[in-house]
């Protein structure tokens, strides 16, 4: 990747859009729902992903994943720690409000808000402050040269919109509520029609957007089929234009289908582990007074019981990478030569776990989706069994999405033993190190669920974060890499390979980062 260091310049001509003679509409299926309306609540793919159809940043990603302009049109860095956006003119709201620089201040003022999920996008940030109506100035604390890819995920929302309906503040997910979680309006091309939690969200092409269609589908129902087998036979049937996730074990079927077609491509998310290591007793265990993951043999335990081959083989069916890396290939700071895992030694595990002092091993809960990832709780219960060869006994607590990340993510971090995925959006893993992996201060260490802090590597992630030399950079990146699997903090397990299925007469683009922009759709054949 190519850090700039005084401008990053870009322009994007857009014109009044008509959708064509041909409009369409597109029906899929996922087998969990969007947790909810507000960009703000949850730092999680799907819902990101959904919302960017409505929300727009100030920079987006093309089907390449490369920056273009979105709510902004160009933009520069006027001084080391000084990046101005200019507006795009003319855009108006989804209810015909003019959007301005005020509703960007106002955006991400409410960003970093201590209720919301997302702060860490900018972590970086002192200051914001309009320059006239069309433009924003941001005012980083100290250098940030990649600053332009942080703001992928900045969603802007109407001032006017969030404080006629008291929404001016983020809603804690799972102890809060308010009017955005159920309700959205932005500058998108794509409007929100209807919202039933758990079933079924409608969106229709926004008229007044700015834009223009790649594709033609005006409208799209988005569906929630929790069950396998009930999903794939929605698409056989023709009920729905396309599903995700695909159940591993339903893909030649569906690939021998007449009509039908399986779409895959690497993905840029890591699936991995993670241990409660700040609390000075674990919530869920039999051992009192101390916390067994505060011992690093502990947590190496574990990563050598784990036959993370045997995963990406039998459980997700070949359909993984297996790793040793926070973050893959495709990332930058991605090196091979330290993406080698350890060999499972179940010998050496019991060995580690009695020189801790737990010879017979121990319990423990262990928090895992069931509707996020593909085959998450098939990969959660096995390795329940691939640890239970060590004595360590896990009682695991497979759930929903929106109850999962309600328990373990902020402000409740409550879980000893997790499984999570997570996809850098800035596609540098700096961002996995800032926010998965950096001590929590308020806002750096936001994903970071178990409580780690290493000053050793806090440090490396500041000098990571204004460090314009690339190849200085990515050697601090890949000493940070030695740290984490040095000190096993987290156990990555793999890549996914994104696998969606479809009718042949749709056309969707499928990017690495497993984003689904609607813009892109285009149905050839009507139902």
């Given at each position: ?22 409009a369409a509409t597109f029906r899929w299926a996922n087998n969990g729902d969007v ?330 809960g262990f928090d895992c989706p069931n509707d996020r990832y593909v085959m998450d ?151």
């Open positions: 990747m190519h850090l700039p260091r005084l401008a990053l310049l870009g322009l994007l001509l857009g014109a009044a859009a008509v959708p064509a003679a041909s947790t909810a309306m507000d960009p703000d609540t949850l730092q999680e793919t799907v819902q990101l992903s959904f919302l960017s159809n409505i929300y727009e940043p100030l920079v987006q990603r093309n089907a390449e994943l490369k920056l273009e302009p979105a709510l902004a049109v160009k933009w520069e860095q006027v001084s080391p720690t000084d990046w101005r956006f200019h507006l795009r003119p003319g855009v108006k709201f989804q209810d015909g409000t003019p959007f301005t620089s005020a509703d960007v201040v106002f955006s991400a003022e409410r960003l970093l808000n201590k209720a919301s999920a997302m702060r860490d996008v900018l972590g970086m940030i002192k200051e914001v402050k309009a320059d006239g109506p069309l433009t924003v100035d941001f005012i980083t604390k100290r250098p940030d040269p990649i600053f332009p890819q942080e703001q992928t995920n900045l969603l802007i929302m109407s001032k006017a919109w969030c404080e006629k309906h008291d929404a001016t503040t983020p809603a804690v997910l799972g102890a809060g509520d308010n009017y955005a979680i159920h309700h959205a309006m932005g500058t998108g091309p794509y409007k929100l029609v209807s919202r039933e939690p758990d079933r079924k969200t409608v969106v229709e092409y926004n008229k007044l957007w700015w834009g223009k269609l790649k594709g033609n589908a005006t409208k799209v129902e988005f569906d929630v089929i929790k069950n396998d087998s009930t999903r794939v036979a929605a698409l056989l049937s023709g009920q729905v234009d396309m599903i995700y996730t695909v159940p591993p074990q339903d893909m030649a079927r569906i690939a021998h289908a007449p009509g039908l077609r399986i779409i895959e491509h690497p993905e840029l998310r890591t699936i991995y582990l993670g241990f409660d290591v700040s609390r000075p007793q674990l919530l869920t265990s039999n051992v009192k007074g101390k916390n067994p993951f505060q011992d690093v043999r502990v947590r190496k335990a574990f990563a050598l019981a784990i036959d993370e081959d045997l995963i990406a083989k039998r459980v997700m069916l070949g359909m993984a990478h297996p790793t040793w890396l926070m973050w893959g290939k495709g990332v930058n700071g991605y090196d091979p030569k330290l993406d080698v895992r350890p060999k499972t030694n179940v010998a050496e595990a019991k060995k580690l776990l009695a020189e801790a002092g737990y010879p017979k091993g121990f319990t423990v709780e098939q990969i959660c219960t096995a390795i329940t069994s691939m640890l239970g060869r060590i004595g360590v006994k896990v009682n695991l607590d497979a759930q929903t999405k929106a109850k999962f990340f309600a328990k373990i993510l902020a402000p409740k971090y409550d879980t000893d033993f997790y499984l999570l995925g997570w996809t850098p959006a800035t596609y540098d893993a700096e961002n996995v190190l800032y926010t998965l992996l950096g001590t929590r201060d308020g806002v750096r260490g936001e994903v970071n669920v178990g409580g780690y802090s290493n000053p050793k590597l806090d440090a490396l992630i500041e000098k990571i974060g204004t460090e314009t030399n690339e190849t200085q950079r990515d050697a601090m990146i890949d000493d940070a890499a030695r740290i984490i699997q040095q000190d096993v903090p987290v156990i990555p397990l793999h890549q996914q390979v994104i696998v969606w299925a479809a009718r042949k007469g749709v056309s969707v683009v499928q990017p690495a980062d497993n984003t689904f922009p609607y813009r892109y759709i285009d149905v050839k054949t009507a139902h």
